[in-house]
T-cell receptor, first 116, second 114 residues
């Protein structure tokens, strides 16, 4: 079965601190995709990144970086020098290619609060 | 222009009523989805349509019926509303229903059943 675990329910940091959001996944697929989405207080879901299972290169986009490690089945997300606008719920999601129909399996989300 | 739009944004209704939520996307995508987000923020897929054909139908009560008149629209009709149906419903779309395609979400419809 496919599963995504975001063990951190809520994290609070002070502005300018670095913070890492953990994502651990389970899948039997050899080809799969991992995603991160951001849900700010306004409620919409915003796509942040996609990573396929054959690409373990870390990705950096501004203050955001992602660390994908197949050996530990993890796809962690780090925000450097956090800002109040980073306050949101962040979701990690997984899709696979062997199930016939492809659907997102979402984690339960991590609520990040960045305090001024 | 809004890529994925939903109407209404808020819906407050009494138990037992029937209601519909509309979704439209102008991204030219061929696959659309409905998700339910409960009060604990848990997101779960309900339905997916690819080129107007139903491809995902999770274990959702048959009081929920999706309808896709064309590739750009996916509506959700709910009969005999119950208290437990209160949630935020998100529509999403993607190009292709494959595993690699990121989904673009609408703003959500907050349904409150009294």
């Amino acid at each position: 079965a496919q599963k995504v675990t975001q063990a951190q329910t809520e994290i609070s940091v002070v502005e300018k601190e670095d913070v890492t959001l953990d994502c651990v996944y389970e899948t039997r697929d050899t080809t799969y995709y991992l995603f991160w989405y951001k849900q700010p207080p306004s409620g919409e879901l915003v796509f942040l990144i996609r990573r396929n299972s054959f690409d373990e290169q870390n990705e950096i986009s501004g203050r955001y970086s992602w660390n994908f490690q197949k050996s530990t089945s993890s796809f962690n997300f780090t925000i450097t020098a956090s800002q109040v606008v980073d306050s949101a719920v962040y979701f990690c999601a997984l899709t696979g290619t062997t199930s016939g129909t492809y659907k997102y399996i979402f984690g339960t989300g991590t609520r990040l609060k960045v305090l001024a | 222009d809004t890529a994925v739009s939903q109407t209404p944004k808020y819906l407050v209704t009494q138990m037992g009523n029937d209601k519909s939520i509309k979704c439209e996307q102008n991204l030219g995508h061929d696959t659309m989805y409905w998700y339910k987000q409960d009060s604990k923020k848990f997101l779960k897929i309900m339905f997916s349509y690819n080129n107007k054909e139903l491809i995902i139908n999770e274990t959702v009560p048959n009081r929920f019926s999706p309808k896709s008149p064309d590739k750009a629209h996916l509506n959700l009709h709910i009969n005999s509303l119950e208290l437990g149906d209160s949630a935020v419903y998100f529509c999403a779309s993607s190009q292709g229903g494959g595993a690699r395609n990121e989904q673009f979400f609408g703003p959500g419809t907050r349904l409150t059943v009294l």
